[in-house]
Nanobody, 124 residues
Framework: QVQLVESGGGLVQAGGSLRLSCTASERTFSRYTMGWFRQAPGKEREFVAFIHWTGSITAHADSVKGRFTISRDNAKNTVYLQMNSLKPEDTAVYYC?????????????????WGQGTQVTVSS
């Protein structure tokens, strides 16, 4: 069972930046596609970004494109989400997830392992 631990969330003013990190407990991380999702109160969990295990394929939701960037460091078993130009509507709990099949997917149901989430709050 892979364990994923997120960190880096917090309170930031609109226009500010945060970098989220997610570290996996196993080296098999390097073969997993990793995704970031978020869930705001009263809303469904939504796709934010994913990065293929090779690192060569990434995708970002339209709502964050140009502001957020996903990256990974397989030597550190860690995936990152750099978030710039944050907006109040980015406020949510952010989750990282791992797809052990190494697919490229935006649906939460495809992902096998999930972290506990980290809160991001953007004030106006």
């Amino acid at each position: 069972q892979v364990q994923l631990v997120e960190s880096g969330g917090g309170l930031v003013q609109a226009g500010g930046s945060l970098r989220l990190s997610c570290t996996a407990s196993e080296r098999t991380f390097s073969r997993y596609t990793m995704g970031w999702f978020r869930q705001a109160p009263g809303k469904e969990r939504e796709f934010v970004a994913f990065i293929h295990w090779t690192g060569s394929i990434t995708a970002h939701a339209d709502s964050v494109k140009g502001r957020f960037t996903i990256s990974r460091d397989n030597a550190k078993n860690t995936v990152y989400l750099q978030m710039n130009s944050l907006k109040p509507e980015d406020t949510a709990v952010y989750y990282c997830a791992a797809d052990r099949q190494g697919q490229t997917a935006t649906l939460p149901s495809v992902y096998d392992y999930w972290g506990q989430g980290t809160q991001v709050t953007v004030s106006s």
